[in-house]
């Protein structure tokens, strides 16, 4: 009888316990934002699809859901630059509200995330627009300057740039409290709500601003780095991801000193639109860390990556500008 209830006890603490670690690995899951299934889904594997670079043109947003498709991509990751770079920038909201939105929709009804974040030269004034248009959809994520996981999985983003000879500073930032700025096209630019005005002194506001350094910093730090993805418009330097037409080589210093330390499984960048063709590459490896830069020129270009066996490739679709 004795020996009965012992097995009785023991059996229910059992149940208990399963009970509360169900229920913990439930709660796990909510805060991930994923149900259950989805993180058994991305237990080992994930495929990624990476395009960076767009500027609002629509005949390559278009092709992006077939490819996704065709591809089988978990996840799309669009690396800023997002918006067309017209004369008329303040008019940027446009194309938000009036293609963005359903291109998002696209992909939340066929179940692939959407991590995505604004660049350089895409307006700050319309960040909020922006953000509010991607929390319509559970699938889409702003990643500028956060982290989201999917599965094993951590991404994080950020879209300060470095500063350079253009007029829009939105998101510029002096690389470390050492940079030397490149001589400028003319003066200084921000977006407001009553259009874009003029900064006297840009290198003396740029003083006031943290750097990319100090930015890189701030970010949220992934809990296991080996499994983590960061998505930085910025390629850093040094690796040949940041060969400008005229040859000068202008990635950022500490985001090579960032990414060297911290040695996530992949890095992610975008900007120099056509440094692949002057450097000759669009990936490196910096310690265990594989680094990205597909480029973005006349055909539509992106990346396909599968996170398991880390083949990566970089495929082109001729179109029309
Ligand atoms: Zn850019």
């Given at each position: 009888m004795h020996g009965l209830m012992r097995r009785l006890r023991v059996a229910e603490i059992v149940a208990l316990a399963l009970l509360y670690w169900t229920h913990f690995l439930c709660v796990l899951a909510v805060n991930s934002g994923l149900d259950i299934d989805n993180k058994e889904q991305f237990e080992s594997n994930m495929r990624i699809l990476f395009i960076t670079d767009l500027h609002g043109y629509i005949w390559k947003y278009d092709r992006l859901l077939e490819a996704a498709q065709e591809f089988e991509a978990d996840v799309i990751?669009?690396?800023?630059?997002?918006?067309?770079?017209?004369?008329?920038?303040?008019?940027?909201?446009?194309?938000?509200?009036?293609?963005?939105?359903?291109?998002?929709?696209?992909?939340?009804?066929?179940?692939?995330?959407?991590?995505?974040?604004?660049?350089n030269d895409d307006l700050r004034i319309f960040d909020s627009l922006f953000e509010e248009t991607c929390n319509k959809y559970p699938y889409?994520?702003?990643?500028?300057q956060r982290k989201f996981e999917i599965g094993e999985y951590e991404f994080v983003g950020m879209n300060w740039v470095v500063d350079y000879p253009f007029r829009l500073k939105d998101r510029c930032r002096m690389d470390t409290q050492d940079y030397k700025f490149q001589e400028q096209f003319g003066t200084g630019l921000l977006s407001t709500q009553h259009g874009l005005e003029e900064i006297e002194d840009w290198f003396a506001y740029a003083k006031t601003l943290p750097t990319i350094e100090d930015e890189l910093e701030k970010l949220v730090r992934p809990m296991n780095l080996e499994q983590s993805i960061y998505v930085i418009h910025m390629p850093p330097y040094k690796l040949g991801l940041d060969k400008c037409a005229k040859g000068v080589e202008v990635g950022s210093k500490a985001i090579y000193t960032f990414l060297q330390t911290y040695q996530p499984k992949l890095s992610l960048h975008g900007h120099i639109h056509e440094s692949p063709e002057f450097s000759g590459k669009w990936y490196a490896q910096l310690g265990n860390t594989i680094c990205i830069q597909p480029g973005q020129l006349s055909p539509f270009t992106y990346v396909t990556i599968d996170l398991q066996t880390m083949q990566f490739d970089r495929h082109f679709i001729e179109g029309y500008d």
């Open positions: 990751i669009n690396g800023g630059d997002m918006l067309p770079k017209t004369e008329n920038l303040l008019a940027q909201d446009q194309f938000i509200t009036d293609y963005l939105d359903n291109h998002f929709e696209k992909f939340n009804d066929a179940r692939i995330y959407y991590l995505c974040c604004l660049g889409l994520i702003n990643l500028a």
